[in-house]
């Protein structure tokens, strides 16, 4: 079973809506990230954050709003999405942070978001 | 930047075939090397990961992946793939510190095994 946990699972919200995806792990790890997986597709990343703070920002649009209150917790805010938003969201996290080799990436078991 | 090619998109064998999956990036610095596996409707998996020394690694399940350094590829195997073996498979890279623990994945393989 994987060591990373995402709520909810299933996430439907509506164009005008603001709500929240959230992560926890207890690994000890200082990094952690969001992706974002289209059916059919690879996962791709969207943020990274590293000893609490935002390190990589692949250019996600404004209406995803991450934050890493503590180095346990990754939530992701979510405001006016689009239905092509619509997809899983994947939490993970690994060992170390930026700049370091060796590290595996576990990831949790999703949310899936459908934005109508 | 990085990127990974997997050339199977689909692959239909039947149990007990052998299985191989291709896995090509491009990349010329020190990288961290993995096989993920998403069983349908489960979450991503790690299957094995290289990171430095002997270039054949098993993994879980019987799996194995061989690093050949000077073809850039980093491909899967299995001997006997069982009809549980069905799902999709990503290779990915990590290429730190340059890209800053970034994990790029290939587009992944979809396996169908036949029992």
């Known amino acids: 079973d994987t060591e990373v946990t995402q709520t909810p699972k299933h996430l439907v919200m509506g164009m005008t809506n603001k709500k929240s995806l959230k992560c926890e792990q207890h690994?000890?790890?200082?990094?952690m990230y969001w992706y974002k997986q289209k059916a059919k597709k690879p996962p791709e990343l969207m943020f990274v954050y590293s000893y609490e703070k935002l390190s990589i920002n692949e250019s996600v649009p404004s209406r995803f709003s991450p934050e890493c209150p503590n180095s346990s917790l990754l939530n992701l805010h979510l405001h006016a999405l689009q239905p092509e938003d619509s997809a899983l969201y994947l939490c993970?996290?690994?060992?170390?942070?930026?700049?370091?080799?060796?590290?595996?990436?576990?990831f949790g078991e999703g949310s899936w978001l459908t934005v109508v | 930047a990085q990127s990974v090619s997997q050339h199977n998109h689909h692959v239909i064998l039947s149990e007990a075939a052998s299985l191989e999956l291709g896995c090509n990036y491009s990349y010329g610095g020190t990288v961290n090397l993995f096989w993920y596996v998403q069983y349908p409707g489960q979450h991503l998996q790690l299957l094995l990961k290289?990171?430095?020394?002997?270039?054949l690694v098993k993994g879980i399940k019987g799996f194995e992946a061989e690093f050949i350094k000077s073809k850039f590829s980093f491909n899967l195997r299995k001997p006997s793939v069982q009809w549980s073996d069905t799902a999709e498979y990503f290779c990915a890279v990590n290429s730190a510190p340059a890209a800053g623990n970034k994990l790029t994945f290939g587009g992944g393989t979809r396996v169908l095994v036949k029992p």
């Open positions: 993970a996290s690994s060992q170390g942070g930026q700049g370091l080799t060796g590290n595996t990436i576990y």
């Open positions: 290289y990171f430095s020394g002997d270039p």
């Open positions: 690994m000890g790890h200082r990094a």
